[in-house]
Every structure is written in structure tokens, then in C-alpha cells.
């Protein structure tokens, strides 16, 4: 059984940081590549990051890039999202998933987590 627990979130202000970790129970975790999404209100999931099951390849969203890294602990199974210059559009719900390969579409990823909360206020 899969199970996927993101923490980290909560109330930030414009310009500040926040570091998300996503913590993995599964087989093999090592072999999956990890991405992060995210929901605002009343919006589309929308693609964040993603990093290689190696960790030496990862892909951004244009609007977090320079802004925000993912990295991976493979030997803590967890995926982390490391989130500076915060901006209030990026508000929304922060969900980590593991599929086979880096990707911005949700379709190629086969484990969700429930998410985490972040909100910042401008």
C-alpha cells in the first residue's frame, strides 16, 4: 500500500519561504520520479516541479522557476519542495506525486498525496 503524507504548509507573507517534504511509504520509492502540483481556489491543478528518481534531473514550471527546488532524500524516501520569494499566487494546495518519469502532466503520475495548505498573503 502506498502512502503519501505531505507537510510543511501553512500562512507565509509575500517574500517570504517555505519548505515542503513529501514522505513516502512504498517499494522501491528510489525508482519513481517525484513531482509536485498544486491547486489554487477556484482553479486547475497545475504543475510545479518534478526531479528524476536519481535526483540529477529535475523541471520547473515557468512561474516557480528560480524561485523554487525540488530535491529527493532517497535513503528517507521523502521529496522535498524548497519555496523562496513566495508570491500571493502561489497560494493553493501543494499535492507530491510519483509516477515513472519527470513530467508536467498529472496524467503520468500514479500515486497522489491528500496535500498540504499554503497560503501567502500579500
Known amino acids: 500500500q502506498v502512502q503519501m503524507v505531505e507537510s510543511g504548509g501553512g500562512l507565509v507573507r509575500a517574500g517570504g519561504s517555505l519548505t515542503l517534504s513529501c514522505a513516502v511509504s512504498?517499494?522501491?520509492?528510489?525508482?519513481?520520479?517525484m513531482g509536485w502540483f498544486r491547486q489554487a481556489p477556484g482553479k486547475e491543478r497545475e504543475f510545479v516541479a518534478a526531479v528524476s528518481w536519481s535526483g540529477g534531473s529535475t523541471l520547473y514550471s515557468d512561474s516557480v522557476k528560480g524561485r523554487f527546488t525540488v530535491s529527493r532524500d532517497n535513503a528517507k524516501d521523502t521529496v522535498y519542495l524548497q519555496m523562496n520569494s513566495l508570491k500571493a499566487e502561489d497560494t493553493g494546495v501543494y499535492s507530491c506525486a510519483a509516477g515513472d518519469r519527470p513530467s508536467m502532466d498529472g496524467r503520468a503520475y500514479y500515486y497522489w498525496g491528500q496535500g498540504t495548505r499554503v497560503t501567502v498573503s500579500s
Open positions: 512504498m517499494r522501491d520509492f528510489s525508482t519513481y520520479a
